[in-house]
C-alpha cells in the first residue's frame, strides 16, 4: 500500500478481501467489517451522496461514537468530493450549532444517538440529517432538510 490519497487508500484496502479492517466491539459481541466490505460500503455511499448533488469541498458533519459507520460515512464524503467535519461524540447541543454555522454544513451523518440533537438545529438551519440506524448497521435513514 504505497503512497497517493486517502481514497486511494481505501480501493487499494479492497484487495486485502476478507481480512478484518475493522472489529467493533459491543455489549453484545463484536462487529467485524472486511476490507472489501469496507470498500464496498465506501463506494455505495459516495454513489449516492454525489447523486444527491454533494459539490466538491461541501462540508458535511459526521458525528457518534468510534464505529465502522462513522468511518464509512468519512470516506465516503471524502470519496464523493465532499469535506468531512468530525465531531466529538461528546458535543452538546450548543457545541453542534455553532460548527454547523462556522463551516454551513448543509448535511450531517449522526449516529442514532445524536439524532435528537441535529434534528433540533435542522429545525432552525437547513440539515439534513442521515442517522445510522439503532443496529449500528451502514443503513443509513435520511431525515430531509
Not at 52 to 71: A, M, T
Not at 80 to 108: E, K, N, S, T, Y
Amino acid at each position: 500500500m504505497g503512497g497517493g490519497t486517502l481514497c486511494d487508500l481505501i480501493e487499494t484496502a479492497a484487495a486485502l478481501g476478507d481480512r478484518p479492517a475493522v472489529i467493533a466491539f459491543h455489549r453484545d459481541g463484536k462487529q467485524t467489517v472486511s476490507f472489501r466490505d469496507l470498500a464496498d460500503s465506501v463506494r455505495r455511499l459516495a454513489y449516492t451522496l454525489a447523486h444527491r448533488g454533494l459539490r466538491r469541498g461541501e462540508p458535511v458533519l459526521v458525528i457518534g461514537p468510534n464505529s465502522p459507520e462513522w468511518i464509512i460515512s468519512y470516506f465516503a464524503i471524502l470519496m464523493a468530493g465532499g469535506l468531512p467535519v468530525p465531531l466529538d461524540a461528546q458535543f452538546g447541543l450548543q457545541d453542534i450549532a455553532r460548527v454547523v454555522a462556522d463551516c454551513g454544513a448543509r448535511r450531517a451523518f449522526a449516529a442514532h444517538s445524536h439524532a435528537v440533537m441535529l434534528q433540533a438545529i435542522a429545525a432552525t438551519h437547513p440539515l439534513e440529517v442521515t442517522i445510522w440506524d439503532a443496529a449500528g448497521t451502514p443503513d443509513h435513514q435520511t431525515i430531509p432538510a
